[in-house]
């Protein structure tokens, strides 16, 4: 869109120049403070993943008797003791981005009679917990993620719309606008020396 070549239009585009200048510190602050939080989030969820994992592995000592749970009826299978209920997370405030914190993994209340089970049932329970609740960890580090790399790519399509068109746009209309201006006072100074020395041959 051609810009109006008037002094009005003159200080709009200054007053746009300083604006933008004014606002991209902030975005680019922004854009550096969810960089550094992603980092930190994405370096948290793959602690919980290796933690996970090696838990995972601690249980091949119990693959012989995991085994057993196969035997069991089916209303007596672990997967019936251990039922996650809800998950637990409290809300922050991460420049501008409200994302999940993963408080706890609760589970649903479930009575066994030790008697129906072999001694290794109740450290199973415990663990399948521990892995669920860090199932639970991961998945509420991955919304945060997702969350946060949304926002980043959109702060960052503003940075360079500030950067790259918004700010040498500005910066182009004033030079325009000014050389234009610059010239109309210069022809301004010429018609006014020319009516002049009119004037004063028509006076002699």
Same mark, same amino acid.
């Given at each position: 869109?051609?810009?109006?070549?008037?002094?009005?239009?003159?200080?709009?585009?200054?007053?746009?120049?300083?604006?933008?200048?004014?606002?991209?510190?902030?975005?680019?602050?922004?854009?550096?403070?969810?960089?550094?939080?992603?980092?930190?989030?994405?370096?948290?969820?793959?602690?919980?993943?290796?933690?996970?994992?090696?838990?995972?592995?601690?249980?091949?000592?119990?693959?012989?008797?995991?085994?057993?749970?196969?035997?069991?009826?089916?209303?007596?299978?672990?997967?019936?003791?251990?039922?996650?209920?809800?998950?637990?997370?409290?809300?922050?405030?991460?420049?501008? /981005?409200? !994302? $999940?914190?993963? %408080? =706890?993994?609760?589970?649903?209340?479930?009575? &066994?009679?030790?008697?129906?089970?072999?001694?290794?049932?109740?450290?199973?329970?415990?663990?399948?917990?521990?892995?669920?609740?860090?199932?639970?960890?991961?998945?509420?580090?991955?919304?945060?993620?997702?969350?946060?790399?949304?926002?980043?790519?959109?702060?960052?399509?503003?940075?360079?719309?500030?950067?790259? /068109?918004? !700010? $040498?746009?500005? %910066? =182009?209309?004033?030079?325009?606008?000014?050389? &234009?201006?610059?010239?109309?006072?210069?022809?301004?100074?010429?018609?006014?020396?020319?009516?002049?020395?009119?004037?004063?041959?028509?006076?002699?």
């Amino acid at each position: 869109m051609a810009v109006k070549l008037t002094k009005n239009e003159l200080k709009v585009q200054k007053d746009k120049l300083k604006q933008f200048e004014r606002y991209l510190p902030t975005l680019q602050l922004k854009k550096q403070q969810l960089q550094s939080v992603i980092t930190q989030v994405v370096s948290e969820l793959q602690l919980t993943e290796k933690a996970r994992s090696e838990m995972i592995g601690d249980l091949d000592d119990w693959v012989a008797v995991f085994a057993e749970n196969k035997l069991f009826d089916e209303e007596k299978k672990l997967s019936n003791i251990v039922q996650p209920d809800k998950v637990i997370c409290d809300t922050d405030n991460i420049a501008g /981005v409200r !994302i $999940p914190v993963f %408080k =706890e993994l609760s589970f649903k209340d479930i009575e &066994y009679d030790v008697a129906d089970y072999p001694l290794w049932v109740d450290t199973a329970v415990i663990k399948l917990r521990e892995i669920a609740k860090l199932d639970a960890l991961a998945t509420t580090l991955r919304k945060q993620a997702d969350l946060l790399e949304q926002e980043l790519r959109s702060t960052a399509q503003r940075v360079n719309l500030f950067e790259k /068109v918004k !700010i $040498p746009e500005a %910066k =182009e209309n004033i030079r325009v606008i000014g050389i &234009y201006l610059g010239d109309q006072q210069t022809a301004a100074v010429v018609r006014g020396k020319i009516a002049k020395k009119k004037l004063q041959g028509v006076e002699t």
